[in-house]
């Protein structure tokens, strides 16, 4: 399993080249041979979790085609992670869902690895993604890598399984109710007086973080969102 | 397609003293459900035999129902099947009259409050008194519950003086809001309804199919009462109730009090076995009750609702509810699980709830019977409707994603009309429909080089 599958989720794709260029950084880094299969674009989470059922599922097939031949296929995301795991075999059959981690994951129980070997001499408080830790159950896998980290402060975040209220779409169609969520986030947040709020999502990262970015032109000293891999790739 | 609750939600997220009344009371009970459910080794354990055994009750309703009813007519009950709500309460409202009664007695039950029997009763000329101090509350400010277990939850004790000393013509002149002053004032007034009451109305936590028994679960001892005292008892009882035998209790009465008010145990648990003489109620009635519910256990999927023991568990720790209260909801059934029930109770009805979730997960987390909310949630969406414009937003989406060439070439696109907001790194301000996002948070800017331009330049 030394070649690996990179799915960098269409969000990245779009967004965030940073987060999918440090996962490269963090499994070479291991020893692992990275493959980015040119073909890829989205899981399918948006349609299958809006109701366009047969949309997720031409989606999907279009994953299998371009990761098929991969043992081995990691992802910078807990719900593209959980999309895949938990909705690919009613969507398309087949055992593709299972051969796709979210990074923390693939380097915890496949790699074997807590510490990667990064430094990062900042204050970090983590966000754990409503996703990736109850559809995945990643637990505080992100969290162990993290404290292996050097140089790294962890600050606990206050009620910090409280969803941030994106949940994709829901975001858009009860705005006001997503927006109430977000600024109890960002509040929480805020008050660790952190440097970075981390998160094993970009999706997310980017809802907490256009909430804070928002109040950061109010205030000083408010997190700036980053995602998990990037510490881990950061030079020791 | 419905939009009746995000806007009730802006409603109520715009009532600052709601919404602390709700953090406040849905923070205690969730840490104390947290702490009690933490105590049993085999609390995951409990959870999968419950959800066994109410999905092996889902597979043999009929055949439950018509022993359940059997048993229950040899010792004595009368068991009246009710197809819906109207049926129901016209078979209630026709007992209590036969009774010689023009009002009832009510023990706290979701069925009724489904139902509407209240309402129903006094159309017909008869009143249907709540005993439950919650329900009472509400009732006397006539408004409706907003949570399955603390039906008054949106109201903070100086509200509920406010309340009583309006609306409680017994209620005493110099009322503070201490809670036992309170507590008391409403158990005073409470015992002269009981004592003159000569018909009751319950619903029931289980039914048990094996001997006919009904059984309610309670905290405050006016079900005890109404369940004893008055010569004529009707029960309406949601045909998924049912449980096989005695013995399925024992799993359900660990699961239950921890799971909705965070006890170990709770105070009063009544079982009652038809009708016996010179003991209690003379004249017991069961109106078995469907509306709507064969419906739901037709869907495979869906059918997981009908295996709720409204213990609220799931009101307690979702995001959504803890910030819109439950009368956003607009059914008897607020929350995660309301969002899945109501609209497969009353097809057509509520098709927006299904979307007043963020997918989160909580609330199947903590679900005592294990019901997949998330799950049963995107089904449900998936029945549609979905409106003409995201039908086509969608649909563009989808033909661009399964295109990787077009894919790639949107995202070029992206990035060069992007341009001119790059240099401040993010978008404050939108167009209809983005401003749905940009309302309240910035939106990120694509990047200069891609990914994949970074992957192209490495592999040269």
Same mark, same amino acid.
């Given at each position: 399993m030394n070649r690996i599958g990179l799915f960098i989720t269409c969000v990245n794709d779009a967004l965030y080249p940073e987060t999918p260029k440090a996962v490269v950084t963090v499994l070479e880094r291991l020893g692992y041979e990275v493959d980015f299969p040119q073909a890829q674009t989205c899981c399918g989470q948006m349609h299958a979790n809006s109701g366009y059922r047969d949309h997720a599922t031409g989606l999907a097939r279009g994953f299998e085609r371009a990761f098929g031949e991969y043992e081995a296929i990691v992802t910078p995301s807990g719900s593209c992670a959980a999309m895949a795991r938990d909705q690919y075999p009613d969507l398309i059959g087949g055992g593709i869902g299972a051969r796709v981690y979210e990074l923390s994951e693939f380097l915890i129980d496949q790699a074997g690895v807590d510490d990667v070997g990064a430094r990062f001499p900042h204050t970090v408080t983590y966000h754990p993604t409503c996703h990736g830790t109850?559809? =995945?159950? =990643?637990?505080d896998k992100p969290l162990r890598l993290l404290r292996a980290v050097g140089g790294i402060e962890l600050i606990d975040l206050p009620e910090p399984d409280q969803c941030c209220g994106f949940g994709g779409t829901f975001a858009l169609k009860n705005a006001e109710v997503s927006s109430a969520m977000l600024d109890d986030k960002c509040r929480n947040a805020a008050g660790t007086g952190a440097e970075y709020l981390a998160a094993a999502d970009n999706s997310c990262l980017s809802h907490i973080g256009g909430g804070l970015s928002r109040a950061a032109r109010a205030s000083r000293g408010v997190p700036k969102p980053i995602h998990y891999a990037e510490i881990l790739a950061s030079a020791p | 397609m419905s939009t009746a609750f995000p806007k009730a939600a802006k409603v109520a997220l715009g009532m600052p003293q709601l919404r602390s009344n709700l953090a406040h009371a849905t923070g205690a009970i969730r840490a104390k459900r947290t702490d009690v459910a933490g105590e049993l080794d085999d609390w995951e354990e409990l959870r999968s035999t419950a959800a066994a055994v109410k999905a092996d009750v889902q597979h043999r309703l009929p055949e439950l129902a018509l022993e359940f009813e059997r048993n229950a007519r040899a010792a004595g009950a009368r068991v009246h099947w009710a197809r819906d709500a109207a049926e129901a309460n016209r078979i209630a409202a026709r007992i209590t009259c036969e009774a010689g009664a023009d009002e009832v007695v009510k023990v706290k039950s979701m069925a009724t409050q489904e139902i509407e029997l209240n309402e129903h009763f006094e159309a017909e000329g008869l009143a249907a008194w709540e005993t439950d101090l919650a329900e009472l509350i509400v009732q006397l400010a006539e408004d409706r519950p907003s949570h399955i277990l603390v039906p008054a939850i949106h109201y903070n004790r100086t509200e509920i003086r406010e309340i009583f000393n309006e609306r409680? *013509? $017994? @209620? *005493? &002149? $110099?009322?503070? $809001?201490d809670p036992a002053a309170l507590a008391e004032a409403a158990r005073l007034h409470l015992r002269r309804r009981f004592l003159s009451a000569k018909v009751a109305v319950s619903g029931a936590n289980f039914a048990i199919a094996e001997s006919g028994a009904l059984v309610v679960v309670e905290s405050e001892g006016n079900g005890r009462m109404c369940l004893t005292m008055p010569e004529t008892l009707i029960s309406v009882v949601g045909i998924e109730k049912l449980l096989p035998r005695f013995d399925d209790l024992e799993v359900f009465m660990q699961l239950l009090p921890r799971s909705s008010t965070g006890e170990r145990m709770n105070p009063y648990t009544s079982v009652w076995t038809g009708a016996t003489e010179g003991d209690g109620p003379e004249d017991v009635h069961i109106i078995l009750l469907d509306n709507g519910r064969s419906g739901v256990l037709a869907d495979e999927v869906g %059918?997981? @609702?009908? &295996? #709720?023991? %409204? #213990? &609220?568990a799931c009101l307690n720790v979702c995001p959504v509810y803890e910030r819109t209260g439950g009368h956003a909801y607009g059914h008897v059934y607020p929350g995660p699980i309301g969002a899945i029930l109501a609209p497969q109770l009353e097809p057509g009805e509520h098709d927006d709830l299904p979307y007043a979730s963020s997918l989160c997960g909580a609330c199947y987390e903590v679900c005592p019977v294990k019901i997949n909310i998330p799950e049963v949630l995107v089904h449900l969406r998936r029945q549609g409707p979905h409106g003409a414009g995201e039908r086509a937003v969608m649909g563009a989406a989808q033909r661009v994603m399964a295109r990787p060439r077009l894919w790639r070439a949107a995202l070029r696109a992206a990035r060069f009309l992007s341009r001119p907001w790059r240099g401040r790194g993010h978008v404050r301000r939108l167009p209809w429909p983005g401003s749905k996002w940009t309302g309240s948070r910035d939106m990120s800017v694509p990047p200069r080089l891609s990914f994949r331009d970074w992957w192209k330049e490495r592999e040269r």
């Amino acid at each position: 399993m030394n070649r690996i599958g990179l799915f960098i989720t269409c969000v990245n794709d779009a967004l965030y080249p940073e987060t999918p260029k440090a996962v490269v950084t963090v499994l070479e880094r291991l020893g692992y041979e990275v493959d980015f299969p040119q073909a890829q674009t989205c899981c399918g989470q948006m349609h299958a979790n809006s109701g366009y059922r047969d949309h997720a599922t031409g989606l999907a097939r279009g994953f299998e085609r371009a990761f098929g031949e991969y043992e081995a296929i990691v992802t910078p995301s807990g719900s593209c992670a959980a999309m895949a795991r938990d909705q690919y075999p009613d969507l398309i059959g087949g055992g593709i869902g299972a051969r796709v981690y979210e990074l923390s994951e693939f380097l915890i129980d496949q790699a074997g690895v807590d510490d990667v070997g990064a430094r990062f001499p900042h204050t970090v408080t983590y966000h754990p993604t409503c996703h990736g830790t109850r559809a =995945l159950g =990643l637990g505080d896998k992100p969290l162990r890598l993290l404290r292996a980290v050097g140089g790294i402060e962890l600050i606990d975040l206050p009620e910090p399984d409280q969803c941030c209220g994106f949940g994709g779409t829901f975001a858009l169609k009860n705005a006001e109710v997503s927006s109430a969520m977000l600024d109890d986030k960002c509040r929480n947040a805020a008050g660790t007086g952190a440097e970075y709020l981390a998160a094993a999502d970009n999706s997310c990262l980017s809802h907490i973080g256009g909430g804070l970015s928002r109040a950061a032109r109010a205030s000083r000293g408010v997190p700036k969102p980053i995602h998990y891999a990037e510490i881990l790739a950061s030079a020791p | 397609m419905s939009t009746a609750f995000p806007k009730a939600a802006k409603v109520a997220l715009g009532m600052p003293q709601l919404r602390s009344n709700l953090a406040h009371a849905t923070g205690a009970i969730r840490a104390k459900r947290t702490d009690v459910a933490g105590e049993l080794d085999d609390w995951e354990e409990l959870r999968s035999t419950a959800a066994a055994v109410k999905a092996d009750v889902q597979h043999r309703l009929p055949e439950l129902a018509l022993e359940f009813e059997r048993n229950a007519r040899a010792a004595g009950a009368r068991v009246h099947w009710a197809r819906d709500a109207a049926e129901a309460n016209r078979i209630a409202a026709r007992i209590t009259c036969e009774a010689g009664a023009d009002e009832v007695v009510k023990v706290k039950s979701m069925a009724t409050q489904e139902i509407e029997l209240n309402e129903h009763f006094e159309a017909e000329g008869l009143a249907a008194w709540e005993t439950d101090l919650a329900e009472l509350i509400v009732q006397l400010a006539e408004d409706r519950p907003s949570h399955i277990l603390v039906p008054a939850i949106h109201y903070n004790r100086t509200e509920i003086r406010e309340i009583f000393n309006e609306r409680m *013509p $017994d @209620a *005493p &002149s $110099d009322l503070t $809001d201490d809670p036992a002053a309170l507590a008391e004032a409403a158990r005073l007034h409470l015992r002269r309804r009981f004592l003159s009451a000569k018909v009751a109305v319950s619903g029931a936590n289980f039914a048990i199919a094996e001997s006919g028994a009904l059984v309610v679960v309670e905290s405050e001892g006016n079900g005890r009462m109404c369940l004893t005292m008055p010569e004529t008892l009707i029960s309406v009882v949601g045909i998924e109730k049912l449980l096989p035998r005695f013995d399925d209790l024992e799993v359900f009465m660990q699961l239950l009090p921890r799971s909705s008010t965070g006890e170990r145990m709770n105070p009063y648990t009544s079982v009652w076995t038809g009708a016996t003489e010179g003991d209690g109620p003379e004249d017991v009635h069961i109106i078995l009750l469907d509306n709507g519910r064969s419906g739901v256990l037709a869907d495979e999927v869906g %059918r997981q @609702a009908l &295996s #709720c023991i %409204r #213990c &609220s568990a799931c009101l307690n720790v979702c995001p959504v509810y803890e910030r819109t209260g439950g009368h956003a909801y607009g059914h008897v059934y607020p929350g995660p699980i309301g969002a899945i029930l109501a609209p497969q109770l009353e097809p057509g009805e509520h098709d927006d709830l299904p979307y007043a979730s963020s997918l989160c997960g909580a609330c199947y987390e903590v679900c005592p019977v294990k019901i997949n909310i998330p799950e049963v949630l995107v089904h449900l969406r998936r029945q549609g409707p979905h409106g003409a414009g995201e039908r086509a937003v969608m649909g563009a989406a989808q033909r661009v994603m399964a295109r990787p060439r077009l894919w790639r070439a949107a995202l070029r696109a992206a990035r060069f009309l992007s341009r001119p907001w790059r240099g401040r790194g993010h978008v404050r301000r939108l167009p209809w429909p983005g401003s749905k996002w940009t309302g309240s948070r910035d939106m990120s800017v694509p990047p200069r080089l891609s990914f994949r331009d970074w992957w192209k330049e490495r592999e040269r």
